[in-house]
């Protein structure tokens, strides 16, 4: 029953999230891409897919305090223009989101327990974690 209510929570999250259109691809290749190299069998992937998106879904949300810094002050970090200040709210803002990805790493550690063995789940955080110009094939 708990599974379920969580399955359909994080399905009704993702389908309104208001993620930019681009950051929903990205997500979705993500998803794509570790399904696709598991290689899990039918039953397998059936059951693990809105867990894994669930899973990629949170991930994003713990990083997004940082992602949205990094994009705030990119010009300056590619400029070489960065200041004390705004390199220290980067730093502060990486580890408070490290922090919560890895809250999410465990919690869905747990979840994945239940689907898959410990050798898939080593593949599935990893696939899940790849760089995205290595997803799409540009590395």
């Known amino acids: 029953m708990k599974k379920i209510v969580i399955l359909l929570v994080s399905a009704f999250l ?5 993620t930019p259109v681009s950051a929903q691809k990205k997500l979705e290749k993500r998803y794509e891409y570790t399904l ?3 290689r899990l069998n ?5 059951k693990f897919a809105p867990v894994l998106r669930a ?20 010009a300056a970090e590619k400029a070489g223009t960065l200041t004390d200040s705004q390199a220290t ?18 919690k869905y550690y747990e979840e994945f327990k239940k ?3 410990p050798k898939k789940i ?7 974690s790849e760089k995205l110009s290595k997803i799409e094939g540009r590395e």
């Open 36 to 38: 696709k190299n598991l």
């Open 89 to 106: 709210q980067l730093l502060d803002a990486k580890f408070e989101c490290d922090a919560k990805e890895l809250d999410v790493k465990k």
């Open 55 to 74: 899973y990629l879904t949170e991930k994003k949300a713990a990083n997004e305090k940082y992602d949205n810094l990094k994009d705030k002050y990119k």
């Open 115 to 117: 689907i898959l063995k």
């Open 42 to 46: 039918k039953e397998t992937e059936a």
């Open 14 to 18: 993702f389908g309104i999230s208001v």
């Open 122 to 128: 080593f593949y599935a955080f990893d696939y899940a």
